[in-house]
């Protein structure tokens, strides 16, 4: 019966983040509170698929991708989370150096590294070296696949 009644609540509150998103836009903090909630209700797939919609909308969706990995690797889904650590590794290569030298995105790429076999880090290091190159010699950055979804910042006053 208790946990009935905490599944209720669940799914009032899970309303509740859908009803915020409904009104306010697609606010990140939003999305965020919903996977969370989704894991603890053990809907697992609505988890992925909202991880998923913000690595698609995200400029840099590499934790997004890590975050999915780290869920699939949890449910035992290897195959999946090795290709979402292969999408954080590769779309955290892509930043500009200044960009990947932070702690939090250095972090993320150590742990990405860790978690794919070497051949694996090699070819998406060598492929991220030759974008590289390819931007130095023409003084351009390939397009993005797709226009981002506009996400709205929430600011301080």
């Known amino acids: 019966l208790q946990r009935r009644v905490v599944s209720a609540h669940w799914e ?8 915020g998103l409904a009104r306010l836009g697609p606010l990140i903090a939003l999305h965020i509170e919903a ?10 797939d609505a988890a992925l698929e909202r991880l998923s919609t913000l690595a698609r ?19 035992g889904q290897a195959s999946d989370a090795g290709m979402a650590w292969e999408e954080t590794l590769a779309s955290s290569l892509r930043r500009p150096a200044s960009r990947r030298s932070t ?9 990405a590294r860790a978690s794919l076999p070497a051949t694996t880090v090699a070819r998406i290091e060598r492929e991220a070296a030759a974008r590289q190159a390819a931007v ?16 709205r910042q929430i600011r301080a006053p």
């Open 136 to 151: 130095a010699a023409t003084g351009t950055e390939p397009a993005r696949p797709g226009p981002p979804a506009p996400f």
């Open 103 to 111: 702690p939090a995105a250095a972090s993320l790429i150590a742990e």
């Open 35 to 44: 996977v969370e909630l989704e894991q603890v209700m053990g809907r697992t």
């Open 57 to 75: 909308s995200a400029v840099h969706p590499a934790p997004w991708h890590a975050r999915r990995a780290r869920l699939l690797a949890a449910v």
């Open 12 to 19: 009032e509150a899970l309303q509740g983040l859908e009803e």
